[in-house]
Structures are given as structure tokens and as C-alpha cells.
């Protein structure tokens, strides 16, 4: 069955530094896969997502995350972080039945 | 409407009670999913609808859970003699059809049960 794995429920940072966000797929055929964040006290809004179009995918504010079939993984960067992206960011993948599942989630902190 | 809505936004019941959580989608959406959110948890996977059936039930944590779907459009989660460990957010999303579609989420509902 389709399923991601988040490493790490907690990530911190330095205000500058580099942020990576880590996603392991299980998938029996080419997956589908997205990340979301969410705000403190906020909803969920997607980040990015794969569709096998492109390897690389560049979403918004900044971030990009690598599809990686032989690691099968879907890191999800930022060359610098900023204050403003402190939040919880879920990696998610759609399954057979077209449903979507999520990772536990990586809480981001920035420190300034 | 412009985005998914879901009602109430909050909902304090006491333990025991049945709750009604409702969600519009987004206007032409075949998709419709519900996850649980409990306090510094993940997404709780429960039910996903594709049109007015269900293809997968398997998340519904027991039998005092349902959810139905009419009309292609509004849903309903129901919860029966509520108890305390229900008490989480309630998030609805919506997507088109196709596989490479994003979900689109509402803001929740927020349960508590005491």
C-alpha cells in the first residue's frame, strides 16, 4: 500500500541556513506525491507536488523538493531559511484508491 | 464558494452526546476526504468519498463514526456517543478529478468533548 515516512517530527534551524524536510514513499507504481504546510492556527496549503512531469519541482516561497526513484524519496528543501517558515509541513502521497495519506509531520523552527 | 467550508468551526459537546461536522467543497470536486488531527499529531486518515460512494472506509476508528456524501456535493460526519479521546480537529478537503490533483483544504472543525 501507498504510504510516506517522515524523518524526524521535530527540525530546527539556523535563520539563513539550509532547510531539509525529509519523505520516504513505499509505492508499487509510480506515486504521486505532495508537500503541504501548515501555520500555526492555520490551515493546510500545498507546497509542491509531483507528477512525474519533472524531478525537480519548485513550489512557493522558496522551496523545492527532489524526487529521487532509486532512494525512493521526495526531500523537500530551502537554500535559506527564513523566520516566516516556521510551521509544520506534511508530506503526503495519493494511493490507488485516490485517496490522499500523510506523513506524521516535521515541525520547522527557526531560530533567529 | 471559493474555498472548502466546514461547519462549525468550533463544537464543545459533552461526552456521550452525537455531533454532526459539516463540509462544503469546492464546486465541482468529485473528491471529498475527512482526516483527524488530535493535538501534535499527524493527519488522521478516515474516510474518502469519489463522488456519493466510498471506496475506502477502512479509516473510520470505530463503528461511531459515518460519513455520507449527497448529491456529489455537501458531507456529513457524524459522531455517536461521543467520547473524550474524540476531541480533535476535524479537517474536510476537496479535489477534481485526476490523480495529480492537489487536495484543497477547510479550516476544520474544532471538537472537544467534556
Known amino acids: 500500500a501507498q504510504s510516506v515516512t517522515q524523518l524526524g517530527s521535530h527540525v530546527s534551524v539556523s535563520e539563513g541556513a539550509l532547510v531539509l524536510l525529509r519523505c520516504n514513499y513505499s509505492?508499487?507504481?509510480?506515486?504521486?506525491l505532495f508537500w503541504y504546510v501548515q501555520y500555526p492556527n492555520q490551515g493546510l496549503q500545498l507546497l509542491l507536488k509531483?507528477?512525474?512531469?519533472?524531478?525537480l519541482v519548485k513550489g512557493i516561497n522558496g522551496f523545492e523538493a527532489e524526487f529521487k526513484k532509486s532512494e525512493t524519496s521526495f526531500h523537500l528543501t530551502k537554500p535559506s531559511a527564513h523566520m516566516s517558515d516556521a510551521a509544520e509541513y506534511f508530506c503526503?502521497?495519493?494511493?490507488?484508491?485516490?485517496?490522499?495519506?500523510f506523513g506524521a509531520g516535521t515541525r520547522l523552527t527557526v531560530k533567529p | 464558494g471559493a474555498g472548502v467550508s466546514q461547519s462549525p468551526s468550533n463544537k464543545v459537546t459533552e461526552k456521550g452526546k452525537d455531533v454532526e461536522l459539516r463540509c462544503d467543497p469546492i464546486?465541482?470536486?468529485?473528491?471529498l476526504y475527512w482526516y483527524r488531527q488530535s493535538l501534535g499529531q499527524g493527519l488522521e486518515f478516515l474516510i474518502y468519498?469519489?463522488?456519493?460512494?466510498?471506496?475506502?472506509k477502512s479509516g473510520l476508528p470505530s463503528d461511531r463514526f459515518s460519513a455520507e456524501r449527497t448529491g456529489g456535493s455537501v458531507s456529513t460526519l457524524t459522531i455517536q456517543r461521543t467520547q473524550q479521546e474524540d476531541s480533535a480537529v476535524y479537517l474536510c478537503?476537496?479535489?477534481?478529478?485526476?490523480?495529480?490533483?492537489?487536495?484543497?483544504f477547510g479550516q476544520g472543525t474544532r471538537l472537544t468533548v467534556v
Open positions: 478537503a476537496s479535489s477534481p478529478r485526476g490523480e495529480e490533483t492537489e487536495a484543497f
Open positions: 509531483y507528477t512525474s512531469a519533472a524531478t
Open positions: 468519498f469519489q463522488g456519493n460512494s466510498a471506496p475506502d
Open positions: 464546486s465541482g470536486h468529485t473528491a
Open positions: 503526503a502521497v495519493r494511493t490507488p484508491f485516490g485517496d490522499m495519506r
Open positions: 509505492s508499487s507504481v509510480p506515486p504521486y
